[in-house]
Nanobody
Framework: QVQLVESGGGLVQAGGSLRLSCAASRNIFSINTMGWYRQAPGKQRELVATISSGGSTNYADSVKGRFTISRDSTKNTVYLQMSNLKPEDTAVYYC??????????????WGQGTQVTVSS
């Protein structure tokens, strides 16, 4: 089991920046993929960015060039650096971890979420 705790959300003006952190309760070296998802009011949860254990990254088109995901295995933490924020980035941001298992469903865990609000 992995417990994920997000922090760093808040209120920011359009064009501003925030850095989200996701602290894991155990070593993340063996976790295959960690990522950030977001859910705006009345909308489905959507992928924002993911990073593999090998460092490969994947971004939603809407955040490419503005957001950067990174991981620090020495601190068991994943970060999401968000720049040039837009009002449409307003959402609750969730941290996610996925560990593949041979012959069994993958293990997936979620954090409790952190609110990001971007004012125009």
């Amino acid at each position: 089991q992995v417990q994920l705790v997000e922090s760093g959300g808040g209120l920011v003006q359009a064009g501003g920046s925030l850095r989200l952190s996701c602290a894991a309760s155990r070593n993340i070296f063996s976790i295959n993929t960690m990522g950030w998802y977001r859910q705006a009011p009345g909308k489905q949860r959507e992928l924002v960015a993911t990073i593999s254990s090998g460092g490969s990254t994947n971004y939603a088109d809407s955040v490419k060039g503005r957001f950067t995901i990174s991981r620090d295995s020495t601190k068991n933490t994943v970060y999401l650096q968000m720049s040039n924020l837009k009002p449409e980035d307003t959402a609750v941001y969730y941290c996610n971890s996925e560990t593949l298992r041979i012959g069994a469903p993958s293990l997936t865990f979620w954090g409790q979420g952190t609110q990001v609000t971007v004012s125009s």
